[in-house]
């Protein structure tokens, strides 16, 4: 699905013109996604920019907003 992404947009052609590969960016974008996956308390993720360079990805700024979580409490159990 990411790799759908990225080929679907001028993104794709933009990194190949400049010699970069997009297979960074796709391994960024699942590894993105799975952070979010695993963490179901995430609302909302802004990345920008991220930048691709031959090394990698960077993110250079990020907000993370998180769910309010609402918290059960139970009584502590009395030991004998």
Request: proline fraction near 6%; include cysteine.
């Amino acid at each position: 699905a990411a790799s759908a992404l990225v080929d679907a947009s001028p993104v794709r052609a933009a990194l190949g013109s400049t010699g970069l590969d997009a297979t960074l960016l796709i391994d960024a974008l699942v590894r993105i996604s799975h952070l979010v996956v695993d963490h179901p308390q995430i609302a909302e993720l802004d990345i920008n920019p991220l930048i691709v360079s031959r090394t990698g990805c960077t993110v250079t700024d990020a907000k993370v907003a998180i769910r309010p979580t609402t918290y059960v409490v139970t009584p502590l159990r009395q030991l004998s």
